[in-house]
């Protein structure tokens, strides 16, 4: 199975700054057939489901705001919130899906500083 | 707007089946695969396989030995049976859409909470 990490673990950060999150995959998800990466970003609020953010590692989900954007690519990739809203509490996965089963990493955590 | 519900016991005896079902409204189950994930209390969340209409299906290895799914087109239901339960397998299930036969999940259930106790 591919391990996928995040870091940090937890980030605070104030109101209308920019908060970063990192995500990296044991082995490349680079996927050669359309030159994307096999990544997504779920948004986690306390009782919820996840929710779809962004898939093919920087390509937004249909509603998601624009201040969420993803990046990176091969093994390394990077969510990032440009402008930090109260409503962006709540934990961030990423997961691969470049070979089954799919994987999700730890989560991240990211609050109001 | 596609919603999925889950449904099923949410208490489950050592040793015992646990059974889940996802019930889906605003699309047919014919057009995706659908999948089962959870999430230990406090913890990540784990892939448990998916199934397609024509039956079709794919489990985490992990977890192969005991699970079965199912789906009822008549319904635009699919189900979960987890045999031989222990204490690791509480947790919140959640039912979803799985984009592609290895992509990334766009509609999810708003999970519910299996406890394994006797």
């Known amino acids: 199975d591919i391990v996928m990490t995040q870091s940090p673990d937890s980030l605070a950060v104030s109101l209308g700054e920019r908060a970063t999150i990192n995500c990296k995959s044991s082995?490349?998800?680079?996927?050669?057939?359309?030159?994307?990466?096999?990544l997504a970003w779920y948004q986690q609020k306390p009782g919820q489901p996840p929710k779809l953010l962004i898939y093919w590692a920087s390509t937004r989900e249909s509603g998601v705001p624009d201040r969420f954007s993803g990046s990176g690519s091969g093994t390394d990739f990077t969510l990032t919130i440009s402008s930090l809203q109260a409503e962006d509490v709540a934990a961030y996965y990423c997961?691969?899906?470049?070979?089954?089963?799919?994987?999700f990493g730890p989560g991240t955590k990211v609050d109001i500083k | 707007q596609v919603r999925l519900q889950e449904s099923g016991p949410g208490l489950v005896k050592p040793s015992e089946t646990l059974s889940l079902t996802c019930s889906v409204s605003g699309d047919s189950i014919t057009t995706y695969y659908w999948s089962w994930i959870r999430q230990p209390p406090g913890k990540g969340l784990e892939w448990i396989g998916y199934i397609y209409y024509s039956g079709s299906t794919n489990y985490n290895p992990s977890l192969k030995s005991r699970v079965t799914m199912s789906l009822d087109m008549s319904k635009n239901q699919f189900s979960l049976k987890l045999t031989s339960v222990t204490a690791a397998d509480a947790a919140v299930y959640y039912c979803a859409r799985l984009v592609g036969t290895s992509g990334w999940f766009d509609y999810w259930g708003q999970g519910t909470l299996v406890t394994v106790s006797s």
């Open positions: 082995q490349s998800v680079f996927y050669s057939s359309n030159n994307k990466n096999c």
């Open positions: 997961q691969q899906y470049s070979t089954t089963p799919p994987t």
